[in-house]
């Protein structure tokens, strides 16, 4: 959520206030930088339709290595570590991968459910060329940022 927050360091200040002295705050953000491939992949094919695409994965606050732990340290947070984690999803098929987006959810969703039916056709077939034609189950793995920090006594 942090991406969406106008002030993100109000968030956690406000989290850190519900958190008694010595408690631990975390957080994990996706990094669409190294490898959001579902969202990367989906983006990139809008673009090539329409450059001007509102991509939500350039750039993603805060996921870039290193970024949400200097963040925790900025608003006060002490003994602060940061951790990677790999996610994989298998998808059955691409129809699978494309309904999740007709669902309408996040950014992507909305803009999918945005173009009308023409504009779904195109960007399906432009996604589906960008995945390598899938035929059957595929695998798109994303990278996420983990952060957690204690609330000085």
């Known amino acids: 959520m942090f991406y969406f927050l106008a002030d993100p360091g109000r968030a956690v200040a406000q989290l850190c206030e ?8 975390s957080a994990s ?16 094919a809008a673009e090539s339709l329409q450059p001007d ?12 290595p290193g970024e949400l732990a200097r963040f925790w340290r900025e608003v006060g947070l002490e003994d602060v570590t940061e951790t990677t984690m790999r996610a994989t999803t298998t998808y059955s098929g691409f129809e699978e991968l494309w309904n999740t987006f007709l669902a309408g959810i996040g950014p992507a969703g909305t ?9 779904q056709t195109h960007l399906k077939t ?13 695998e798109l793995a994303a990278t996420a940022r983990s952060v957690r920090g204690r609330v000085p006594w």
């Open 126 to 138: 432009a996604l589906r060329q960008r995945l390598g034609q899938p035929s059957g189950p595929f």
């Open 29 to 44: 953000v996706w990094d669409g930088t190294e490898g959001m491939e579902m969202l990367n992949a989906f983006w990139e």
């Open 111 to 119: 803009y999918a459910l945005s173009l009308g039916l023409e504009g």
């Open 53 to 64: 695409a509102p991509s939500d994965q350039r750039p993603l606050r805060l996921g870039r």
């Open 18 to 25: 519900m958190v008694r002295p010595g408690g631990l705050v």
